[in-house]
């Protein structure tokens, strides 16, 4: 059967002790919508927060050819949500934190789970595909944001974080991200000050990284001490 997007019906969502039973679930109800994927999730007080990027139009049409419709699906717009469930009253509450499109979100590794600040998200092109055409460093606490550019004809890829040893704050640290220059069809990584989002290092690769959506950063102590 065709997967279709009811309009009508609220989204719900499961909250669970981690340890605890399955008949210990609460669920909240919000308006509907269609998530792909999540920031952080916490406990502050009696609530529970959830920091999203939620899908606005979750079935594209696509017009002007066969393939239309199926590249559709790979298009995004995307807002920066965040709920919070009222574990005292069952009450949800969900506001809307920015109108621009950005998705593949991260934070500092060792808050996840935990109150964070800072959500650094790649921000999407309008080309007819997904294309990432910059960054998003999003500030939770003051609701400000900060946006960096590959530049024309530069595409990136998720942009992990990298704390810098010694590190003195939440954004202390390093935006990697792998960057596809279609102008000479050339690939580099680029190293970005995540506090000030300047560019402090470019590693021009060898060959052509194809374009991709997903990266991560791992610590070199951890690739040399075995993954664990």
């Known amino acids: 059967h065709k997967i279709i997007f009811n309009e ?5 969502f499961g909250v669970i002790p981690r340890r605890g039973a399955a008949e210990e679930i609460r669920w909240f109800e919000a308006e509907p919508c269609y998530i792909y994927h999540v920031v952080n999730s916490y406990e502050q007080d009696d609530e529970i927060v959830l920091d999203v990027c939620r899908v606005m139009k979750p079935e594209p049409s696509g017009e002007g ?13 995307a807002h920066l949500y965040r709920y919070r469930f009222d574990l005292a009253t069952g009450r949800t509450r969900e506001d809307r ?7 593949f979100p991260l934070i500092a590794g060792h808050l996840v789970g935990r109150p964070h600040r800072y959500s650094y998200n790649v921000h999407i092109s309008a080309e007819k595909t997904l294309l990432f055409d910059g960054l998003v460093k999003y500030d939770l606490s003051n609701g400000s944001r900060e946006r960096f550019d590959f530049g024309p004809g530069r595409w990136g890829s998720e942009t992990p974080f990298a ?7 939440e954004d202390d640290g ?3 991200s792998f ?4 102008r000479d069809g050339r690939s580099e990584v680029v190293i ?5 989002l300047d560019t402090v290092g470019r ?6 990284v194809p374009i991709g959506f997903h990266a991560t950063w791992v610590r070199g102590d951890r690739l040399t001490g075995g993954l664990r």
């Open 163 to 169: 704390q810098r040893t010694g590190r003195t704050g």
């Open 97 to 103: 934190l920015d109108d621009d499109n950005t998705e």
């Open 192 to 196: 970005i000050d995540a506090q000030t």
């Open 203 to 208: 590693v021009r690769l060898p060959q052509r």
């Open 174 to 176: 390093y935006l990697l």
């Open 65 to 77: 050819g066969p393939l239309a419709r199926m590249l559709s699906y790979l298009r995004m717009d």
């Open 8 to 12: 009508e019906q609220p989204a719900r």
């Open 179 to 182: 960057v596809q220059d279609e």
